[in-house]
């Protein structure tokens, strides 16, 4: 079973929030320094997956991302993990692509690539949230999709996916081939063992522009988005807390109760 | 291409899922500034007819419903294939979807071939200079985003829960309705739907709770829930728990509150354990009250919470448990 996995690699989304900065102005997102970019956790969830039916089934998994150099150690983690090979795509003309344009390049990629029968990607990415790459990508190569996977297996007739819903689980069963969106309830990322980090280092990662996968650069690009943002700004919450505090944390449980009680919360 | 809204309405079990309302209290208001009608769309298996007719009273012009057994369980596919349909008769301005498991399923697929703006998970939608504007939390509810679309023509926008106001209720409003036929062919569309299980936590319903104990990494383990179902039995509380709660298999997905959880909007929200992260949050942050007790008088929930206690919640909850209980037989 061949698998592709497309990865993003975001801003950790565990920094502590004093550190979360944003340019009102450039209405973007001030990168923290010294702090290294990470692979997506959905997207992570999305490697494991595909590494699992891999050790299950055989077959090879490739894992890609579109991004600058930073976007290679995440490519290498994932190949210390356990993918087979790795892809870049990068070019100037991909610079400020929203989820659309970055669908189109990485359907050009895939249809570069020797045929698939899985592609993984994360349900939606911690930073911008857009949850739309992957469904657009879906939707570029024709594919049937099945979106926020809490377990996949492959059964005789194709896949069985279950999708982790809002209050319970509805299961589907798609053909091959398909894109699926991993959820975090599909499994724990494994660490990358010693012996996969040197064999991920050994490994060469092609790096392929526009002209490679023959992508129209009207077509991607900031000047190819639908929408235009306008501000850009962080939320100010009042921090208004009364601290309820007694002899013994006892006691300031009690009082908390008689709180609720007068504001007639309770 | 017209000024209408069309709404993607929803089923919940054998009623009308209260996004449907959400939907239409929205949608109504950009069809008045678009100086168009609004049309709502519901899809389902039997019953859908009769249940799509009680949309006109929430605000819908016109209420097309498609009933048919191959909608009963959802696919993408055969629910693309007839919204597509819809989409080509009607050609709205704008497109509103709830973000749901199916909302968020359909709308970017639609958007990319229609060529769309898309705007995820709004809190606000309004229209600028006739084009649809929204806006979005972003980066877990760290920061907000102000979008507008750049095209006049199909615009598509997804919801969050709980974040607009419900639709006001019009008995006896005048409304055209259709039933629209439903021509998909279950070989054609590579999938087929298997079953749904619900899972249901036992008690209250996080959703609809007016009271919700929640509890997060702090707890230490799965067995210390009990802590939180004591209290929330005597508040009859729902009991809710955080991401790092649920990724340590403490307790099941349907518990989680947060950005990819439940987004919850009690009247009381008791946070136990919870640092108060972005994402959580975001399925917290619709509460109208807040309190949190912590051990570390820094975490971040402490900005967002009315009252607060720092300590050990295994002193402060049954002391809180036991007071709450006397106030409540008194």
Known sequence: MDIIVCIKQVQDPDIPPRDFKVDEEKMDVVPPANVSPVINGFCENAVEAAINLKEEHGGKVTVMT??????????????????????????????GSDAFATARILASAVQKLEGFDIILCGRLSSDWSYGTTALALAEALDLPSVSQLQKVEKTDSGIRCERALEDGVEVVEVSTPCLLTASNEINTPRLPSVKGILMAS????????????????????????????????KPVFDGNCE???????????????????????I | MSNNVLILAERAGDKLALVSSELCGIGRKLADEKGGSLVALLLGGAGTHEL?????????????????????GYTNAAYLKVIDAVLG?????????????????????????????????????????????????VHGGSAISHIRSKTDSLSIASTRAKALPLADIEEGREGEFMEIGVSVDADEIRMHFVEAKKVEAEGVRLEDAEIVVSGGRGLGGPENFEYLQEL??????????????????????????GQTGKIVSPNLYIAVGISG??????????????????????????????????????????????????????
């Open chain 2, 52 to 72: 799509a007719k009680g949309i006109i009273a929430l605000g819908a012009d016109k209420v097309l419903a498609a009933e048919s057994d191959i909608l009963d």
């Open chain 2, 89 to 137: 008769e009607e050609n709205p301005n704008i497109l509103l979807v709830a973000n749901t498991s199916m909302g968020r399923d359909v709308a970017p697929r639609l958007a990319f071939r229609h060529n769309a703006c898309y705007a995820h998970d709004c809190t606000d939608l309004s229209i600028e200079d006739g084009k649809l504007a929204a806006i979005r939390p």
């Open chain 1, 66 to 95: 579109m991004g600058d150099e930073k976007a290679r150690d995440g490519l290498k983690k994932c190949l210390a993990m356990g993918c087979d090979e790795a892809v870049l795509l990068q070019d100037e003309a991909f610079e």
């Open chain 1, 243 to 265: 601290f309820i505090e007694g002899e013994s944390l006892e006691d300031a449980a009690g009082a908390l109760a008689l709180r609720l009680r007068e504001d007639k919360i």
């Open chain 2, 277 to 330: 992260a972005m994402q959580h949050m975001v399925g917290a942050g619709p509460s109208k009250n807040i309190v949190a007790i912590n051990t570390d008088a820094e975490a971040p929930i402490f900005q967002r919470a009315r009252y607060g206690i720092v300590g050990d919640y295994k002193k402060v909850i049954p002391a809180l448990t036991e007071k709450c209980k006397e106030l409540m037989d008194s």
């Open chain 1, 202 to 233: 050994r490994k060469q990662i092609p790096v392929w522009g526009a002209t490679d996968i023959e992508v129209d650069p009207a077509s991607v690009g900031k000047a190819a988005a639908t929408f235009e943002v306008t501000k850009f700004y």
């Open chain 2, 232 to 257: 929330a039995k005597v508040l009859k509380a729902a009991v809710g728990a955080s991401r790092a709660a649920v990724d340590a298999g403490w307790v099941p997905t349907p518990m989680q509150v």
